[in-house]
């Protein structure tokens, strides 16, 4: 089967189906009315990841896809068969683009995961939907909404856990078909893989899926050679392992070529983990060994493995230093997936606004400052202050309380005639109001005065 990772589909959803226009006539109804039902809703676009499928090969001769469109609305109310739906069953790993290609509009990275690409139109109204009182025989439907149509572009990027980049015939074929049961195409003369391959590798408790990409040269992100077209493959795995040939003059030249096609071709590919490892030391001089890891160390910054894809030296020891990149890349993703967020907390605001929590923002500030408690009695300090001297304030009396003393007393002839004060009358305030008394017709008027007669 050929490995093909971009397909071009043309799309049509279903249309909606007419409404119909009918009326009941039946032998001892007097007056049937309305009786044209809804037309049927047309089918949807939908694409789907699946697991068996690892290539877009199936849409290299089906570009065309079509949803079936829904049926008109029939006498006796009853609404027309709504139409199926157009499934695209898809790798896992693929992204659906517009047709301009830059546009992304959706990425299946999940098995399972569906998405509707376009959607169907709705069924028109029958004459019975718009029956009323003042409209009591419409002779009118509508009819059904028209079909969506769009092209999309399919890209495939495969799901691996590592990849394998490097120069032509810098062993990579040879190094898969030593760590697993992949068998590629191996031969003496550059670019002899023109398409990934991909292999299950296990080590000690662990398995992981390796990826061995076409080889780069200078200037591929430019077109030259087979291009930066396989590049894309690399973008979801953990860990890269970088293979230099170490047969090569130049591997600290070799080492900064590749890195700079990295960095030029962007997506964050040359932030990714990076794992440097010369290859073919069984066919070098033990002298030149030595000078060539120094110069590739001193090239790459970090460590640098040494190993052989014929013999499997050193092949244990680089498997492992991936394992642990690929297995942390696992924990994080198991921690958010449980959680429903990243394993590391974002510092910053805007990290926290970027990431979609349950709960919401609360700024640095307040979410660090102390609570204040509400004491009932003021805390005295611990070192008695001197006291100031305080001054007593006069009381004015208050003209209440002038009013309510009482008068002196009135001298009239010899006696003394006390007087008493003053209280003012407050009125007993009651909950419920007095009833009135009941007012007597004039009948009973009349006869209460014949009474008193």
Do not use: W
């Not at 376009?118 to 029956?131: A, E, P, Q, T, V």
């Not at 795995?237 to 170490?246: P, V």
């Amino acid at each position: 089967m050929k490995f093909l990772d971009v397909a071009k589909v043309y799309a049509q959803s279903g249309a909606g189906g007419n409404g119909c226009i009918a009326f009941r006539r039946e032998k001892f109804i007097e007056y049937g009315g309305p009786y044209g039902g809804d037309g049927g809703r047309g089918g949807d676009v939908i694409a789907e990841a699946v697991e068996s499928l690892n290539t877009l090969i199936d849409y290299r001769f089906q570009q065309h896809v079509k949803a079936k469109s829904g049926e008109g609305g029939k006498g006796k109310v009853m609404t027309g068969a709504g139409g199926a739906d157009a499934i695209m069953k898809v790798p896992v790993g693929t992204q659906i683009y517009e047709e301009d290609g830059e546009t992304l509009i959706a990425d299946l990275s999940t098995v399972g995961m569906r998405v509707r690409l376009l959607k169907g139109g709705n069924g028109g109204f029958g004459n019975h939907h718009f029956k009323s009182a003042t409209n009591q025989a419409p002779e009118f439907a509508l009819p059904g909404q028209p079909a969506e149509e769009k092209t999309f572009i399919l890209k495939l990027k495969l799901i691996a856990d590592a990849g394998l980049i490097g120069m032509p015939n810098a062993g990579k074929s040879t190094f898969l078909s030593r760590v697993s049961a992949a068998r590629p195409k191996i031969a003496d003369y550059p670019f002899t893989t023109l398409e990934p391959q991909l292999g299950v590798v296990k080590i000690d408790e662990s398995d992981f899926v390796l990826a061995d990409l076409p080889g780069l040269i200078e200037g591929a992100h430019e077109g030259v050679g087979l291009g930066d077209r396989f590049l894309g493959h690399a973008e979801r795995c953990a860990s890269i392992l970088h293979l230099i040939d170490g047969t090569g003059e130049a591997v600290a030249k070799t080492y900064k070529t590749i890195r700079a096609e990295l960095i030029a071709y962007g997506h964050g590919l040359g932030e990714k983990t990076e794992i440097v490892a010369l290859n073919k030391v069984d066919a070098i001089p033990e002298k030149d060994l030595a000078k060539k890891r120094a110069a590739l160390e001193k090239a790459c910054g970090h460590k640098v493995h040494v190993i052989s894809g014929v013999t499997g030296e050193g092949i244990n020891t680089v498997l492992r230093a991936m394992v642990r990149e690929i297995n942390q890349r696992r924990l994080a993703r198991a921690e958010q997936a449980e959680f429903g967020r990243p394993a590391t907390l974002p510092r910053t605001r805007a990290e926290r606004q970027a990431v979609n929590f349950n709960a919401p923002v609360v700024p640095k500030a307040r979410m660090m400052a102390p609570q204040k408690v509400k004491s009932a009695k003021p805390v005295e300090a611990a070192t008695p202050k001197a006291k100031a001297p305080v001054k007593t304030p006069v009381k004015t009396p208050i003209k209440s309380e002038a009013k309510a003393k009482a008068k002196p007393a009135r001298k009239m002839g010899n006696a003394k005639v006390k007087t008493k004060a003053v209280k003012p009358k407050v009125k007993a305030q009651t909950g419920r109001a007095k009833a009135r008394p009941k007012s007597l017709s004039k009948t009973e008027q009349r006869a209460k005065k014949k009474q008193r007669r």
